[in-house]
């Protein structure tokens, strides 16, 4: 590692469908590189990458890992690869979106077999956001009827004729590949040695685009010499105006080598373009200036306690120095540096621009905080994560262990920005959000692998309130005789629908109540709007006036003025028409074209209002205010219409009434469940 400088640095993060063989080829590459010392595979749970306990079980990727190593090109050329693995499955959007956000480039997998798939889509799109450089790698090219030209012909169709061009090829005999950038002419395949001439022809082309004097050059007919010919390339793969395509088979690793050294050609250095702060103005990325990284992952290993991965953007990172932490605004201490590569975590001595390193036990960093040299004042942007749209109400399987489970689920939703932990007051229940089942699954497991605590789990209720549609009058007296100091207090109160925030009015006069006891009298109001008449939900959008009462010189007491202005309220409440309301989610919904028609039938069904409708990259966006108790199983139930394709976003916008017929039905559960008590 140490050696190489960042120019000669390639950062990349595997993109796309679960199942394409992300994990699988990264696996031959971490052997190639000496990473590892042997080809770990998924199948038989010996990956370098799907090393942890969930990931072994559902036999998928589900944390985004950064991995590294020293590759020698074919041209003898050492190159540091520092190689991201993220998850396909729909679910794991966010490491994807993490991962994408700290690598130069993305090398995005199709199988041969099954093509361009959901995955492939999501991870193309996530790559477009950013601007993003990328190759297409065709695996799989070992199993039976696989098609390279097939495949290569869908991914054209798709992304573009002139700019998707192939420059790893299998040979026709199927036993090797030609890396057409690295293989001398004499050494190309004579069956191949026409085809390989008219896309050689096509890279120049592309190259000489990238500058006027190269292009003047080209139309006079000269030749490009080989380093202009390389820095073309390497530029329009960086401007995404070539996307290079390759061909492999982690099953026999045919191809694989061929990939790597195209990478080392064709993918951008980190020095070579600057990289936007957060303000949107540009610094450079040398690894000689002062250091600046941004946290883009925060993990507590079950070894060294909480590590933070730090993608480094400028300058060098060493152990044991200072650093500011430029979001908190506090120093942090830095001990040692760690390379983790999966289980194996190696010293490091220098993290340069480009690299991936991470921090063991900082004291006050988390994800998204900037660190640079001390007197340094660079913030990136925060990484954007999709808003969690599936929930579970969650509690321990054994009583007692309810601090437990809020230190475990606080601690998963610190390491998972797509978890959120949330203590709903209304329903008083714990509410885990994530991305999907699988992931609330799989988080769950998580959990109890961490932490030996067992988690259960069901659908959440809905915080419903309760609000008056009229004017109503209440009284109460409270008086109690019983021996002893009585108890006395009366409060005629009148309430009516607002939403002004000043909530209470004393129109008390001539003293019915004295003024020291009308505080006591609004705590009994508060009190009373806690449970409503419905189903004993909180009592909003309502303003109370106090306007009579009586009160004796001995017997009254605050309790006693509490009790008979809650009470009052009660009356009054149940007297000014109170109706349920429910929580209304502004709902924002991404569908292909032709499930239009299936999506908006079916937020019709929910009592979905349509807002509005339109295409937006690539995807009909359907905006529609639906009840929130018709969202609860949306997420599977996008997913199975739209065979993954979909997906969805959603927030909170208000709360409405329930239509009658459905109200009724809610009030008499409440009341059953009350009676069941
Ligand atoms: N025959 C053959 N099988 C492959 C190849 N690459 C991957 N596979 C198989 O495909 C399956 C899925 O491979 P993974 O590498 O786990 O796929 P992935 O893209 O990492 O999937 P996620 O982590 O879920 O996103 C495994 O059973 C692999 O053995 C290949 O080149 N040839
Ligand atoms: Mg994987």
Same mark, same amino acid.
């Given at each position: ?321 200072? *650093?500011?932490?430029? +979001? !908190? &605004?506090?120093?942090?201490? $830095? @001990?040692?540096? /760690? ?54 109400? *969650?509690?321990?399987? +054994? !009583? &007692?262990?309810?601090?437990? $489970? @809020?230190?475990? /689920? ?58 008056? +549609? ?208």
């Amino acid at each position: 590692m140490k050696g190489i400088p960042s120019a000669g640095v390639r950062n990349f993060a595997l993109m796309g469908h679960t199942g394409s063989g992300k994990t699988s080829l990264l696996d031959v590459m971490l052997n190639i590189l000496g990473t590892s010392d042997r080809v770990g595979s998924p199948d038989d749970k010996t990956s370098m990458a799907d090393w942890t306990p969930e990931e072994q079980e559902h036999q998928i990727s589900i944390f985004a890992k950064p991995f590294d190593g020293v590759y020698t090109a074919a041209s003898g050329k050492q190159r540091r690869f520092v190689v991201t693995d993220t998850p396909g499955y729909a679910d794991f959007i966010g490491q994807l979106t993490a991962a994408a956000e700290v690598a130069d480039a993305a090398l995005i997998v199709v199988d041969a077999i099954s093509g361009i798939q959901v995955g492939t889509n999501r991870a193309w799109r996530v790559c477009e956001k950013r601007n993003l450089p990328r190759g297409i790698v065709i695996t799989g090219l070992d199993k039976d009827d696989a098609s390279f030209d097939k495949a290569l012909a869908a991914i054209k169709a798709q992304w573009g004729d002139v700019r998707c061009v192939p420059v790893v090829l299998p040979t026709t005999d199927g036993k090797s590949e030609v890396d057409l950038l690295n293989t001398p002419a004499d050494q190309i395949p004579a069956d191949l040695a026409d085809q390989i001439k008219a896309i050689r022809d096509h890279l120049i082309e592309l190259a000489a685009e990238t500058d006027d004097a190269l292009m003047e050059k080209y139309f006079e007919g000269q030749e490009l010499t080989a380093d202009e010919f390389s820095d073309g390339l390497r530029k329009s793969v960086h401007d995404a105006h070539l996307i290079p395509v390759f061909a492999a088979s982690a099953k026999t690793r045919v191809g694989v080598k061929e990939t790597m050294d195209s990478i080392s050609r064709l993918f951008p250095s980190p020095e070579d373009y600057p990289v936007k702060c957060a303000d949107g103005h540009e610094v450079s990325t040398c690894e000689n200036e002062p250091f600046a990284g941004l946290v883009w992952r925060s993990v507590n290993d079950p070894f060294v306690g909480q590590l933070s991965y730090v993608r480094v953007y400028r300058g060098t990172l060493k152990p044991n120095s200072e *650093v500011m932490n430029v +979001t !908190k &605004g506090e120093k942090e201490r $830095i @001990g040692n540096l /760690l390379f983790v590569n999966g289980k194996k975590q190696a010293d490091c001595q220098e993290a340069k621009a480009g690299d991936i390193v991470a921090i063991p036990k900082l004291k006050n960093t988390y994800l998204n905080d900037t660190l640079c040299a001390i007197g340094e004042d660079i913030s990136f942007k925060a990484i954007e994560f999709p808003s969690p749209v599936a929930a579970y109400a *969650v509690a321990p399987k +054994t !009583k &007692g262990d309810e601090d437990k $489970i @809020g230190v475990a /689920l606080q601690r998963a939703a610190a390491e998972d920005p797509s978890i959120r932990i949330e203590r709903n007051k209304e329903t008083h229940e714990t509410i885990l959000w994530g991305m999907g089942d699988m992931h609330l699954d799989v988080t769950l497991e998580h959990i109890k692998n961490r932490s030996k605590v067992d988690i259960l789990h069901h659908t959440p209720k809905v915080a419903y309130k309760e609000t008056i +549609t009229a004017i109503g009058e209440g009284h109460h007296k409270h008086k109690k005789q019983s021996g002893g100091r009585g108890q006395y207090g009366e409060c005629y109160v009148r309430i009516f629908p607002s939403t002004e925030e000043e909530w209470f009015a004393n129109k008390l006069v001539g003293g019915a109540i004295p003024g020291n006891f009308v505080p006591a009298c609004q705590k009994g109001f508060v009190d009373g709007m806690q449970k409503g008449p419905l189903v004993g939900a909180e009592v909003v959008n309502v303003k109370v006036e106090l306007y009579d009462g009586s009160y004796h010189d001995v017997d009254s007491s605050e309790v006693a003025f509490k009790i008979a202005g809650s009470r009052a309220l009660h009356e009054a409440i149940e007297k000014a028409k109170p109706v349920l309301l429910e929580p209304i989610m502004t709902v924002k919904v991404m569908v292909p074209d032709e499930q239009m028609g299936d999506i908006t039938g079916v937020l019709n069904t929910k009592r979905g209002r349509i807002l509005g409708m339109g295409p937006e990259d690539g995807l009909q966006v359907i905006t529609a205010d639906v009840p929130q108790i018709e969202m609860m199983k949306f997420c599977s139930e996008l997913r199975s219409i739209t065979s993954g394709r979909g997906s969805f976003e959603m927030e909170f916008a208000r709360y409405d009434p329930v239509p009658g017929n459905i109200a009724q039905k809610v009030i008499a559960d409440a009341q059953k469940e009350k009676e069941d008590l």
